[in-house]
């Protein structure tokens, strides 16, 4: 499985971004995708993610901010950020999962700041 996200860049506080992640290759066997974040200095932690059935699950820093979505018919998953703070500031990874296998994307940079 190959990841291509795109839709990074520098916003202001308040601002909104839109993430979109495309998978390619070996999609077939897809369970969940979703969003992964590293602040530097920082481990990496979840963002949000979203099961086939499309039951989602939110770090609680992001709830009632951010929304996951997938189109599996262009086999897309995209993050929905709105109100953003300093402190999202992080590159942005999208990941799927393929069985006990999961696939990591190449990154895009969120860079909240005045």
């Known amino acids: 499985v190959q990841l291509q996200a795109s839709g990074g860049g520098l916003v202001q506080p308040g601002g909104s971004l839109r993430l979109s992640c495309l998978a390619s290759?070996?999609?077939?066997?897809?369970?969940?995708m979703g969003w992964y974040r590293q602040a530097p200095g920082k481990q990496r932690d979840l963002v949000a993610s979203?099961?086939?059935?499309?039951?989602?699950n939110y770090a609680a820093s992001v709830k009632g901010r951010f929304t996951i979505s997938r189109d599996n018919s262009k086999n897309t998953v995209n993050l929905q950020m709105n109100n953003l703070k300093p402190e999202d500031t992080a590159v942005y990874f999208c990941v799927s999962r393929v069985g006990v296998n999961v696939y990591w994307g190449q990154g895009t940079l969120v860079t909240v700041s005045s």
């Open positions: 979203m099961s086939n059935d499309g039951s989602s």
């Open positions: 290759g070996s999609i077939f066997g897809i369970t969940t």
